[in-house]
């Protein structure tokens, strides 16, 4: 439960915080009051308490923001945008940080480290280095004793959770299995191996591709040697945020239209590839992680936060993809169904109707103002309110879709994302029809056609014997079937039983009524008695079947 023996001290302070905002219904969770309906915060007041709470409760916010199957666009859209107003951490600790990870002294690995960092996070802080070989780096420091605070507020976490569970709320969002998906996320991201390994598969992943150049594209390298749990160091990429770059080259004769049209078409491609062929994508590509080379080429950094699909979940959303832009209702209603972890809705008619509201108000708009990411995100809402619980991952599929339509229209407002989308979707229908290996594809056809050849010919010679000779037999299994037939049965039984009962009891009435000799009588006594045992055999199975009513 929500322990005060622990961390006291913290917990006041969150109560306090919490108080100041005016969020009452958690004043009444952490008092121990009534926790009848939850009143959740306003967008930007929610904001304001993670904020004050500190970094982690940042990082909290930043992954809520990836789950738009519990929170509404509008909390979404807040907390995407939460960032952690946290000073950097001085340069003797970090200095000291760097002394304890590192196999060898940092003068032996490190000829120059600028010791004011480029950037500071709620996690960690980034400077930029000069190796001994000449290579410039990018080390991404944890901020010391963050993982402490960490374990700390995940005890909290865990323990609101418990008090939230308790509520109808807290029961139809599993609320405590939620808060171990976070306090897992987030300590993931503290784990500085784990951001290397994502960047190298991304890299690895783009490497080849057949939508667009992978020369123009970039991912930095990561430097192993140096890398520990709590240190990265990158390749240094020397650009700016695709939004401040300028993207005038002297020596390019290409149009600014004509260059921001490639760059955007680049950027689809490359993450159309890592959702629905690689299965494993970088969940966050806001414009201050896509940079704009000197030389002119595009790079991708920050790969902490990525998402995977499995196979089956990459051809659903394919084929959701077009359910969409055909503003099929239908389409989207049993996509979604399979998608789901939790099965049928408790209307199918319901979940339907709400799929063509909210596609009906796309039908008079034309499709280069047509806004995917909103869609993704209100059918998994719709989803949520029909009680059907979708993966995890499909959060950090709209969060991507999210960040890179809306970098896409920030940076080239006259996109028309349809037409960006269009020849990928046509590649990727491809793709699930004849595969990545078309010959094999091709082989395996030709046996299973060979298979039906070679079965029909026979197969038809016995259907029009057995028709001609009227020993046709049909073998049928219906669904529910076999429970109605063994009640109609049962039933049967029954009346068998009810009729030999009733001749029984009029046999041995006749008897006695007839000239009483001993063997009559003994004759009417065995048919009454046979009778009784029939009688109360019948009444005890009736009442054992449950279905006297």
């Not at 999210?402 to 349809?418: D, H, K, S, T």
């Not at 076999?482 to 006749?510: C, K, Q, T, Y």
Request: glycine share 6%.
């Amino acid at each position: 439960m929500f322990s005060l023996t622990q961390t006291s001290a913290r917990q006041r302070e969150i109560i306090e915080v919490v108080l100041s905002n005016g969020w009452d219904y958690m004043r009444g969770l952490l008092t121990g009051g009534k926790t009848e309906d939850p009143q959740v915060p306003t967008p930007e007041v929610l904001k304001n308490i993670l904020v004050e709470l500190g970094p982690f409760y940042v990082k909290l916010g930043q992954i809520l923001s990836t789950r738009p199957d519990i929170l509404p666009p509008n909390y979404i859209k807040a907390l995407t945008a939460l960032q952690a107003d946290v000073p950097p951490v001085p340069w003797d600790g970090i200095e000291r940080l760097l002394r304890e990870e590192l196999k060898q002294s940092i003068e032996s690995v490190f000829s120059n480290i600028n010791q004011v960092p480029i950037a500071a996070g709620s996690i960690g802080q980034i400077h930029r280095a000069t190796l001994t070989t000449g290579e410039e780096v990018a080390i991404k420091v944890q901020r010391p004793g963050i993982d402490k605070i960490v374990d700390q507020d995940i005890s909290l976490i865990k323990g609101i959770a418990e008090l939230v569970s308790l509520t109808e709320f807290g029961q139809n969002y599993d609320i405590v299995k939620l808060a171990d998906e976070f306090s897992q996320a987030i300590k993931a991201e503290l784990n500085f191996t784990k951001e290397a390994d994502y960047t190298d598969r991304i890299r690895q992943n783009l490497s080849e591709s057949g939508w667009f150049d992978t020369e123009e594209l970039v991912i930095p390298k990561v430097y192993w040697e140096m890398t520990t749990e709590k240190i990265l160091v990158l390749e240094w990429l020397q650009g700016k945020p695709i939004l401040k770059a300028d993207l005038t080259i002297p020596e390019s004769s290409k149009p600014l239209t004509k260059k921001k049209q490639e760059i955007t078409t680049l950027l689809f491609r490359a993450f159309f590839q890592q959702i629905y062929l690689d299965g494993f994508f970088h969940a966050d590509p806001h414009p201050g992680n896509i940079f704009y080379l000197d030389n002119g080429k595009i790079a991708i950094i920050d790969c902490g936060m990525v998402g995977r699909l499995d196979p089956r979940t990459q051809q659903i959303l394919t084929e959701l993809l077009l359910a969409i832009f055909d503003l099929d209702a239908q389409g989207c209603t049993q996509l979604t169904i399979e998608l789901s972890e939790s099965g049928q809705p408790p209307s199918l008619e319901v979940l339907k109707g709400d799929y063509e509201r909210i596609l009906r108000k796309y039908y008079d708009i034309s499709l280069s103002q047509f806004n995917f990411s909103e869609v993704v995100y209100e059918i998994l809402q719709i989803a949520r309110q029909n009680k059907l619980k979708v993966p995890g991952n499909l959060g950090l599929y709209a969060k991507c879709l999210a960040n890179l339509e809306g970098a896409a229209r920030q940076f080239n407002p006259e996109i028309n994302l349809f037409d960006e989308i269009k020849p990928l979707m046509t590649d990727l229908f491809r793709r699930q029809l004849i595969g990545d290996t078309p010959l094999q594809t091709s082989l395996r056809t030709v046996l299973d056609l060979k298979s039906i050849y070679l079965k029909t010919p026979r197969q038809v010679e016995i259907l029009l014997d057995r028709l001609s000779s009227e020993t046709l037999q049909w073998n049928l299994r219906l669904k529910e079937l076999e429970p109605l037939r063994r009640s109609v049965d049962a039933s049967a039984n029954r009346l068998s039983f009810s009729i030999v009962l009733g001749s029984l009891i009029m046999g041995a009435a006749i008897i006695s009524i007839g000239s009483p000799t001993q063997q009559l009588s003994l004759i009417s006594t065995v048919l009454f008695a046979a009778a009784s045992l029939l009688g109360v055999w019948l009444i005890v199975s009736i009442l054992r079947s449950g279905r006297l009513r």
